[in-house]
């Protein structure tokens, strides 16, 4: 690990502490409530965080872009890059994220991916 993962780890830790600061400002405040009503207050800023550490998961590897292209795996013609278009991505768990990755299109089969698969 080095220079851009460590500045993400340090970004992901702080808004961790961030979080449990702001929990257990909640928390003090609010000292009759119920763990349903704790746990809705947590749940909501867990999405959140776990949004950011899907974001920096997929984008380990780099944005997708393949210098020597890409082919169609249907026709076997070269893709199209188009560039990297950000797309909100929703997971049923563990939240939602915007995510930039290059995208490829194939102009024959008239089908695009964004890579790695």
Excluded: N
Excluded at 32 to 50: C, K, N
Excluded at 69 to 95: F, S, T, W
Excluded at 96 to 101: A, F, G, Q, S, W
């Amino acid at each position: 690990m080095g220079g851009r993962e460590d500045q993400e780890k340090g970004r992901l830790i702080e808004m961790f502490g961030g979080m449990i600061d702001e929990l257990r400002g909640w928390r003090a405040q609010h000292g009759e409530a119920s763990f349903d009503e704790i746990a809705a207050q947590v749940t909501p800023r867990r999405r959140a965080l776990m949004g950011e550490l899907l974001e920096a998961l997929a984008r380990q590897p780099g944005s997708g872009m393949v210098p020597e292209g890409v082919a169609c795996e249907r026709c076997g013609q070269a893709m199209e890059y188009k560039g990297e278009p950000e797309r909100q991505i929703e997971h049923y768990l563990e939240g939602e994220t915007d995510l930039k990755r290059a995208y490829y299109y194939c102009p024959r089969c008239k089908v695009g991916f964004f890579p790695p698969g």
